[in-house]
């Protein structure tokens, strides 16, 4: 006789029903006893877009924000790297060609993101520590067939009511595996060509971009992938990547 799958979608707060402070608040506290002045520069790049921090509080929430926190004004970028240059292209060196002014502006957007990473492995460490002094839910019974999607990081379904591994799927990472973290916001490219070239009729160049501008373009692209690619998490490849797993979905 066939026996249906139960398939049960677990959040952060199976996490904090079993009295585990995993919430992104638990976090961000985290954060401020380890490194006060990284909370501080992620809270200016907030305060930016007018986003309160404390108005943040899961991780959702969160994830949204990170996808306009990047989100910049690229004129105004370009005007603010020309005016903060040498505008003798003869005499320019590069600390102070507008391409250098541009680059300084994506740097610490970039540290930023990775440095709230690099906690995150000490962080679990001590939510791992902590399940040892928790106990099952005698509320919660799993059938034996249950299949688990799991958005935590945390393994309390492993540890504290013992599921084999290959019946959960740890969609964002866990304990001692890589952790993914950021948006799911479509790629935008701010430039599509560069040089902005016009033509007439018989295909003369009207108008374009001149030679520095095009560089502090295509530069503006280079940084915007490389801060898409340090915020962006690539939901639909996740998919493709577990879909082994999501088979056993199917009847």
Not at 93 to 115: A, F, T
Not at 204 to 228: A, L, P, Q, S
Request: proline share 3%; net charge negative.
């Amino acid at each position: 006789m066939y026996e249906e799958k139960v398939i049960y979608i677990i959040g952060n707060g199976f996490d904090k029903h079993h009295g585990l402070n995993t919430s992104y608040e638990n976090y961000k506290s985290y954060l401020k006893n380890v490194n006060p002045f990284l909370v501080e520069r992620f809270d200016y790049y907030l305060g930016l877009k007018d986003i309160r921090s404390e108005d943040i509080n899961k991780w959702s929430e969160l994830e949204v924000y990170l996808g306009y926190i990047t989100d910049f004004d690229y004129d105004e970028i370009i005007d603010e790297a020309f005016s903060s240059s040498e505008t003798d292209i003869e005499r320019a060196s590069y600390w102070h060609d507008p391409e250098y002014n541009v680059d300084e502006i994506s740097k610490d957007l970039i540290n930023i993101m990775n440095e709230i990473k690099s906690y995150f492995p000490d962080w679990i460490y001590t939510i791992e520590q902590d399940i040892f002094n928790k106990v099952a839910d005698s509320n919660l019974i799993f059938p034996s067939n249950s299949l688990f999607l799991s958005f935590n990081y945390t393994l309390t379904l492993e540890r504290l009511y013992s599921i084999p591994s290959e019946r959960i799927l740890h969609i964002h990472g866990k304990f001692n595996e890589e952790y993914i973290l950021g948006h799911n916001n479509n790629k935008d490219v701010p430039f599509s060509h560069p040089e902005n070239i016009q033509m007439d009729n018989r295909g003369d160049v009207v108008y374009g971009d001149d030679f520095r501008t095009v560089k502090v373009k295509e530069k503006i692209n280079d940084i915007y992938e490389n801060i898409y690619a340090c915020y962006y998490k690539n939901s639909e490849q996740l998919i493709k990547d577990y879909s082994y797993f999501f088979k056993q979905f199917e009847y």
